[in-house]
C-alpha cells in the first residue's frame, strides 16, 4: 500500500491560523512547534508550570506564557509536547476539564493513546503531527525556509474536519514544505519505538560501543578505535541519508564495500534479526511501554542506573579528548552529565 503524502498546496493554512492554538511543554518539540506556528501567523501561547525553566526560554522568545490550565482554557487546538511519561498527569490536571466539546486535542507522537494512558471524551477531534526529526531542526529548517517531513494522524474525527485541520498545522510548522504523510496512532507509535530501539539509538550505540570494545580489548589505542567507530559514523550516514545505502557503497572503496557484504550479515546475523522481532512484540503487545511507564511512575531507578552506567563508558572519555582538539568539529559537549539534564 503506497503512502499517500501531501504537500503546502494541499494544505489550508487558513484553518490552523483562525484557531487558538496551546503548546504544552517548551522542550525540543514545543519550542518549534511555538514559533514556527507563531512565525506562520497563528495565536499561539505556550503552557508552562510556575516555576518551569522552560518558561524563561520562552518569554525571551516573545511567546506569551500561561500556565498548561489556562493554556488548555484558552485555546481549541490543545498540543500535548511534554515527555511522554508525563502527558497523563499533565491531561488529568490540567487539561481533561477544560476539554469541552468541539476543541481538538493532539501530540507529536501516540504513546499515551495507542497505549490507553490518556482517554478523551468522544467530542473533541484527536490528532497528531509528528515530525520526524529532532525539534532543534525542525526549527532551523523553517527558519532557512525548508521543513522537516511530519507525519499525521487522526484517531477521532468530531468535527468532520480534523484531517485538513492536521495537515494545516503541519503547513504551520514547515512539515508540508518537505512532505506530510498520513499514518494512524498505532502505526507511528509501533514504528517509531521500533526504529529508535532496534536501529537510530539502541542498534547504533550498542554497535558502536561493541566495536570500539573488541578494538581496545585487542590492544589497539582508544584514540584509534573512537576514530574508525564513531566518528567515521557521520560521513557515513551523510552519504546514506542523500543517496540510500547505495551510494554509500559507491563513495566508500571497493575494499570496504566487499568487506561490508562479507561482514555485515556475519555480525548483524539471523540472531539479530530475531531479537528484532522480540523487540517488536515487545512494543506491539504493550511490554515495553508498561516497564518503561512502571519505572517512571517509581522515581525512575532503572533509567538513571542505565544512564549512569552508560554515561561512564570508556569511549565517552576518549571521545571528550579527542572533540577538545578538533577545532572544527562543532563539539558539543555542554548537554552533557545528568546534572545538566
Ligand atoms: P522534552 O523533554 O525536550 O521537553 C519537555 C517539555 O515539557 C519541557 O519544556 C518541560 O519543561 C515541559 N514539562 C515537563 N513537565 C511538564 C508539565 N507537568 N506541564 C507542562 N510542561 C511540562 O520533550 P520532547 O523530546 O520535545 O518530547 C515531547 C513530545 O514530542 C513527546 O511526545 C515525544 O515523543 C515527541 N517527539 C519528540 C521528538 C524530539 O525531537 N525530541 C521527536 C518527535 C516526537
Ligand atoms: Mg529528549
Ligand atoms: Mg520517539
Ligand atoms: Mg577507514
Ligand atoms: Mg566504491
Redesign the pocket.
Known amino acids: 500500500m503506497a503512502a499517500e503524502i501531501f504537500y503546502d498546496a494541499d494544505a489550508d493554512l487558513s484553518i490552523i491560523q483562525g484557531r487558538k492554538v496551546a503548546v504544552?511543554?517548551?522542550?525540543?518539540?514545543?519550542?518549534a512547534h511555538a514559533l514556527n506556528l507563531r512565525d506562520s501567523g497563528v495565536d499561539v501561547r505556550v503552557?508552562?508550570?510556575e516555576g518551569?525553566?522552560?518558561r524563561s526560554?520562552a518569554t525571551d522568545e516573545g511567546l506569551r506564557v500561561v500556565t498548561?490550565a489556562e493554556a488548555a482554557a484558552e485555546a481549541d487546538v490543545i498540543m500535548?509536547?511534554?515527555?511522554?511519561h508525563?502527558?497523563r498527569?499533565?491531561y488529568a490536571?490540567?487539561i481533561e476539564s477544560n476539554l469541552t466539546a468541539g476543541k481538538a486535542l493532539a501530540?507529536?507522537?501516540g504513546?499515551?493513546i495507542r497505549y490507553g494512558y490518556i482517554k478523551p471524551p468522544a467530542d473533541v477531534d484527536v490528532i497528531m503531527i509528528?515530525?520526524?526529526?529532532?525539534?532543534?531542526?525542525?526549527r532551523r529548517e523553517f527558519v532557512n525556509g525548508k521543513g522537516v517531513p511530519d507525519l499525521i494522524a487522526v484517531e477521532q474525527d468530531a468535527s468532520g474536519g480534523a484531517q485538513a485541520l492536521a495537515l494545516s498545522y503541519a503547513s504551520a510548522i514547515g512539515g508540508a514544505r518537505a512532505g506530510v504523510i498520513k499514518t494512524t496512532f498505532p502505526e507511528e507509535t509501533e514504528t517509531?519505538l521500533f526504529g529508535e530501539q532496534a536501529v537510530l539509538c539502541g542498534g547504533m550505540s550498542r554497535l558502536v560501543q561493541l566495536g570500539f570494545e573488541t578494538l581496545v580489548n585487542a590492544g589497539y589505542q582508544p584514540e584509534i578505535a573512537y576514530f574508525e567507530c564513531l566518528h567515521e559514523l557521520k560521513l557515513i550516514v551523510d552519504l546514506m541519508y542523500e543517496g540510500g545505502i547505495a551510494k554509500q557503497r559507491w563513495s566508500v572503496s571497493d575494499t570496504a564495500e566487499y568487506g561490508d557484504y562479507v561482514s555485515g550479515p556475519r555480525v548483524i546475523d539471523e540472531h539479530a534479526a530475531q531479537q528484532m522481532q522480540g523487540v517488536l512484540k515487545d512494543i506491539q503487545d504493550g511490554t515495553f511501554a508498561r516497564r518503561f511507564i512502571a519505572d517512571q511512575d517509581a522515581g525512575a531507578p532503572e533509567f538513571k542506573q542505565f544512564r549512569t552506567e552508560q554515561e561512564q563508558h570508556p569511549i565517552e572519555e576518549t571521545g571528550r579528548k579527542l572533540r577538545g582538539l578538533m577545532s572544527w568539529v562543532a563539539a558539543d559537549d555542554d548537554y552533557s552529565g545528568t546534572a545538566a539534564r
Open positions: 504544552i511543554g517548551y522542550g525540543s518539540q514545543g519550542h503552557g508552562l508550570p518551569s525553566k522552560s526560554k498548561p500535548v509536547l511534554t515527555p511522554d508525563v502527558q498527569h499533565v490536571e490540567a501530540f507529536g507522537h504513546f499515551n509528528a515530525p520526524k526529526g529532532p525539534g532543534h531542526l525542525v517509531d
